[in-house]
């Protein structure tokens, strides 16, 4: 039997990857990387501890050099261990300013940068020079979404078809609870994100729905909600035990509250690439109310309720209808389950995945 060709997946340096904090893009790296084709033949590379048991790890350790900034001491390490375990082909997770340090130091493997962000804001492709450079350095360009893809590609042209839409996924076999009459929100507790929104929103709701919680789970590092100076001290004073603070947890924890919820809100006020709560609320059985910006917009087509975020009262509307017209709710849910199993089930965007590297390692 021929050995297959190894194939490393590169984090960001700074990423976190254990049970309680993982970064998003980490998850997704172990999701791929579990139900891929190639599981055997991949390694993830990152420069923090690894808590999980069921992906192959390498941590680069006393990578960081005083004379040197940290993004090119960094890609030398990788480009270094890229060398001692013979990878055929690298994927840069999310980081574009480290491409051509190891491009330049790695001129013949295959190399792939999976974007799971804006590319504009980022340093290495800001600018459209400097993301027609990497499509010149790179031999795929992975995007969580045609809103990411078309960010990458605003100003330049991809004549070889590098881009390759590639979704983030869901199990098929989530946590299952009796659905409870709870509204969820999962991710960090920031501005951006709309929770003042939501928070204020179903305020104004509250009265009219007295069995439903709002439960918020997420590290609220900023203090807008928690602490006597939190500005919306006075939404929480009138919620009272219809708000739920939960603080940060795990992956598994934040599942198993989808699992129980009747809706999900993903509120962002900002274009979010794709939004991997969406997803697995979808998959969980919500009916998810979202906002139409960047890839969020994408999960929720066909699949939501749109609101607009920033007007409190519409949002208190559409609060107030999906948790009181059952039929409505049972619809979402549905069509929620629908869309995560035909779009988003991590089988199916992982095929996608392994088809570009298997012509990437011009392998059957």
């Given amino acids: 039997m021929v050995d297959q060709p190894k194939i490393g997946v590169v984090l960001p340096y700074s990423e976190s990857f254990g049970i309680l904090k993982s970064g998003a893009v980490a998850l997704c790296a172990r999701d791929f990387a579990s139900h891929s084709r190639f599981r055997d033949s991949i390694t993830i590379i990152g420069g923090g501890p690894c808590e999980y048991s069921d992906v192959r790890y390498l941590r680069i350790e006393d990578w960081r050099r005083w004379w040197m900034r940290g993004r090119k001491a960094y890609a030398r390490a990788v480009a270094h261990v890229a060398l001692e375990e013979g990878f055929a082909v690298l994927e840069i997770q999310n980081r574009p300013s480290v491409v051509e340090e190891i491009r330049r130091r790695l001129p013949r493997i295959k190399l792939a940068l999976h974007l799971h962000n804006d590319p504009q804001t980022m340093a290495g492709s800001r600018s459209a020079a400097d993301r027609a450079r990497l499509l010149r350095q790179v031999d795929a360009v992975y995007c969580v979404s045609e809103f990411i893809r078309g960010r990458f590609l605003q100003g330049i042209r991809d004549e070889a078809d590098k881009t390759i839409l590639v979704y983030n996924g869901v199990a098929a076999n989530l946590p299952t609870a009796p659905k409870e009459r709870i509204i969820a929100f999962v991710g960090r507790v920031i501005p951006v994100k709309g929770v003042a929104e939501l928070v204020r929103a179903f305020a104004l709701a509250a ?5 439903w919680r709002l439960v918020i789970a997420g590290v609220d590092a900023e203090g807008l909600l928690s602490g006597p100076r939190a500005p919306l001290v006075r939404e929480r004073e009138v919620l009272a035990a219809q708000l739920t603070l939960m603080g940060q947890v795990s992956h598994a924890e934040a599942m198993a509250l989808f699992a129980r919820a009747e809706i999900a809100v993903v509120p ?21 109310i979202a906002t139409r910006v960047g890839g969020l917009a994408e999960v929720a087509a066909g699949a939501g309720e749109i609101v607009d975020a920033s007007d409190i009262a519409a949002f208190a509307v559409a609060l107030r209808r999906i948790a009181t017209d059952e039929p409505l709710r049972a619809r979402l849910q549905e069509q929620g389950r629908g869309k995560a199993r035909e779009v988003f089930d991590i089988q199916r965007v992982t095929a996608v995945l392994d088809a570009a590297r298997a012509r990437l390692l011009a392998v059957p």
């Fill in 207 to 211: 009265p009219d729905l007295p069995e």
């Fill in 268 to 288: 962002s006020l900002w274009q979010e690439p794709l939004s991997r709560s969406a997803i697995e609320a979808l998959a969980s059985g919500c009916a998810l």
